[in-house]
T-cell receptor, first 112, second 115 residues
């Protein structure tokens, strides 16, 4: 199994508070991704990174920011959480852009 | 614009039946990649297969087979002699053209295999 961990695995937070989710990999893969999974929508890309300090937006990036200061870590920040951001968040990694992706275990975030 | 459609939201079959999961994709690019992923009830996402647009050969892996047809823009997945362990949500995904680093996932098909 690819070495990908996500922390925290579960979080409950209040509307308006900042939240940071962490993805850590031990595979030294270049690409890292953040997705959210909601019923009926499958997986939707939030942001991705193609190298240290190189990031780009996905289809649902509003309200989210990311940072990648090291190859192994990719952080997703919700600056001011809203109830619409209640979701399961998955991190994924891939060696190249068109390679298969390997996913972390997911983080269940509830915004009350 | 790229799009992936999985028209079957939920499928239920009896164990040992064959089942086909449909995937229809849209892209104007001639170079693209298609993927299937499995998400069992435990929640993790598992890669199953990747196929590029230049390789239309069907692929078989044990009880799993994939039928790629560019003429109908489809990349269907068949499970032969289904088992309870095949119960999962299956996602088809597309990576295409200049947006190749932004994979588009379909909404998924939930498969239940009844013993």
């Amino acid at each position: 199994d690819a070495g990908i961990t996500q922390s925290p695995r579960h979080k409950v937070t209040e509307t308006g508070t900042p939240v940071t989710l962490r993805c850590h990999q031990t595979e030294n893969h270049r690409y890292m991704y953040w997705y959210r999974q909601d019923p009926g929508h499958g997986l939707r890309l939030i942001h991705y990174s193609y190298g240290v300090k190189d990031t780009d937006k996905g289809e649902v990036s509003d309200g989210y920011s990311v940072s990648r200061s090291k190859t192994e870590d990719f952080l997703l920040t919700l600056e001011s959480a809203t109830s619409s951001q209640t979701s399961v968040y998955f991190c994924a990694i891939s060696e190249w852009a068109v390679s298969e992706q390997y996913f972390g275990p997911g983080t269940r975030l509830t915004v009350t | 614009a790229q799009k992936v459609t999985q028209a079957q939201t939920e499928i239920s079959v009896v164990e040992k039946e064959d089942v086909t999961l449909d995937c229809v994709y849209e892209t104007r690019d001639t170079t693209y990649y298609l993927f299937w992923y499995k998400q069992p009830p435990s929640g993790e996402l598992v890669f199953l297969i990747r196929r590029n647009s230049f390789d239309e050969q069907n692929e078989i892996s044990g009880r799993y087979s994939w039928n790629f047809q560019k003429s109908t823009s489809s990349f269907n997945f068949t499970i032969t002699a289904s088992q309870v362990v095949d119960s999962a949500v299956y996602f088809c995904a597309l990576s295409a053209g200049q947006s190749y680093d932004k994979v588009i996932f379909g909404p998924g098909t939930s498969l239940s295999v009844i013993p």
